[in-house]
């Protein structure tokens, strides 16, 4: 580290790039992190670039993305979009690209900050090569989506092992919640003293609560329907079946009954390649659609299309209730902007969202594929305008307190601080110590045992231009 210049990071995430228009199959929560994380850093003086993969001709080599923050378009496959599952293969390119963009720009990195697994592997190669620390975030494990989606898991077969060899190699890992942490550690043997947990977060400002009435006459909504909002990548896993059913089964318990009603209910699915809905561009809106017939609640389901983050406030602002119910989720960022604009979110109990949705205080937590246990939720939300309001309340305030990018931020940077004195001599880290740098132990981000250096990567152990190819 340079004491007489900005700490400088390259934060290397191969697919996720922060200019990306989000809602589609491959843009989503991932470049929401790396956008607002590289911004945050930089307000706190660091100076970060972002390394990309270029997918088109017309793309700039570098982008000026915000001050601080520049995004570094890198050769590697072609330039044209491509599903991220296909780009296993052109990593090595990746990697020798960077290199020939730090050399040719005559810049020097600090640390490298790896997202997703593809850059992790490359963080550990350059690690090596460069002798400069590497942190990693995977956002989803492959085990745990090998677990999930069994055959239909498109992922390289290299993946589950480069995972364990990235897990050896790098100085720290980024959990986002406890319950990555305890995939990292149970299920892919990672030394607890190197996982950190550092919740992703929203922001608070673009999403914020809108009066109900202002937010359906913005969005062309009728003023007397219930309306439940679903926002996200329209895909299997995320089980927005899942909620077509549960309605399906409220309208049959609601038909003929002497209960107090939640009818009628407008059901907004937001998310998608198109901004008009379209089932040839995104086929699950084609299943969403044929199912919703099946059961006879097409007219209750209004699909929306894609929508960038400033309108999202407003469709969830028009939500009595967000939903999110899918088989699995890493972290889950939607139910942090529902909550934001302060309304209640009901969940599948599984990954973080039982870490970010407090069961009956913010919302509600319910099994995963159970169209029954989300109606019964549903039904008593909509029921009960009064505890619709309070839950919302209080999810915004949960949001405040916990879920902020600064706040991810200022605990991203005790980290790298705490990883750069490592690798100080003695003296200047005693020094730096003293001299009341932002310490990770004071927001209990250091680990117990430090891991010091790993011996270097071996190409055997870990092929890198070799045995790429998706099996
Ligand atoms: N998103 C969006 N427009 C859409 C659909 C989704 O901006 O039409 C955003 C959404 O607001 C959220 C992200 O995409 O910030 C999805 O992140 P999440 O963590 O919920 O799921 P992931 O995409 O990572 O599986």
Redesign the pocket.
């Known amino acids: 580290m340079n004491m007489d210049r900005p700490t400088r990071i390259a934060f290397l995430s191969e697919h996720a790039s922060p200019t990306a228009i989000?809602?589609g199959a491959d843009?989503?929560?991932?470049n929401?992190y790396v956008d607002e994380v590289s911004r945050n850093l930089a307000c706190r003086g660091y100076t970060v670039d972002v390394f990309t993969r270029r997918d088109s001709i017309e793309t700039p080599e570098i982008i000026e993305w915000g001050p601080g923050v520049r995004v570094i378009h890198l050769k590697a496959g072609p330039l044209q979009p491509r599903p991220k599952d296909e780009l296993w293969p052109f990593m090595p390119e990746f990697r020798d690209s960077f290199l020939e963009f730090m050399q040719r720009d005559e810049v020097h990195y600090d640390l490298l900050h790896g997202n997703f697994w593809m850059s992790g592997w490359v963080a550990v190669e350059l690690r090596r090569r460069l002798g400069i620390p590497a942190i990693q975030i995977f956002?989803a494990m492959g085990k745990t989506k090998r677990r999930h989606q069994k055959k239909v898991d498109t992922s390289p077969g290299d993946r589950i092992k480069t995972e364990m060899e990235v897990i050896r190699q790098v100085d720290r890992l980024i959990a986002q919640c406890p319950n990555e942490r305890a995939e990292l550690v149970d299920d892919y043997k990672a030394d607890p003293g190197k996982v950190v947990v550092i919740p992703s977060a929203v922001n608070t400002r673009v999403f914020k609560p809108v009066p109900r009435e202002e937010a359906r006459r913005r969005i062309g909504l009728s003023e007397e329907d219930n309306v439940i909002v679903y926002?996200?990548?329209m895909l299997p896993r995320k089980d927005i079946r899942n909620i077509v059913r549960a309605l399906a089964v409220l309208l049959k318990q609601d038909t003929g009954s002497t209960n107090a009603s939640c009818w009628p209910i407008t059901f907004l699915v937001?998310?998608?390649e198109t901004e008009e809905p379209d089932p040839v561009a995104t086929p699950e809106i084609g299943e969403l659609q044929q199912l919703a017939a099946e059961l006879g609640v097409t007219d209750f389901v209004r699909f929306v299309g894609?929508?960038?983050?400033n309108e999202?406030r407003y469709y969830y602002s028009a939500g009595d209730v967000t939903i999110t119910t899918p088989w699995y989720?890493p972290?889950?960022?939607?139910p942090l902007?529902s909550m934001a604009c302060g309304r209640p979110v009901i969940g599948s109990a599984v990954g973080g969202l039982t870490f970010t949705i407090k069961d009956g205080e913010t919302g509600f937590l319910v099994p995963p594929r159970n169209p029954q246990a989300l109606a019964g939720r549903l039904h008593d939300l909509l029921t009960q305008p009064g505890l619709c309001e309070q839950m919302g309340r209080a999810a915004r305030a949960r949001v405040e307190h916990e879920f902020t990018w600064p706040i991810v931020a200022m605990r991203t940077a005790a980290l790298y601080d705490a990883v750069l004195a490592e690798r100080q001599p003695e003296t200047l880290l005693v020094e730096s110590l003293q001299s009341g740098w932002p310490h990770a132990d004071a927001l209990n981000l250091v680990p117990t045992s430090h891991p010091g250096s790993k011996p270097s990567m071996l190409d055997d152990a870990f092929p890198g231009g070799r045995d790429l190819g998706a099996s």
């Open positions: 989000l809602g843009a989503g929560g991932q929401v956002h926002v996200g990548r937001v998310g998608g894609k929508r960038q983050p999202l989720e972290f889950g960022l939607t902007e």
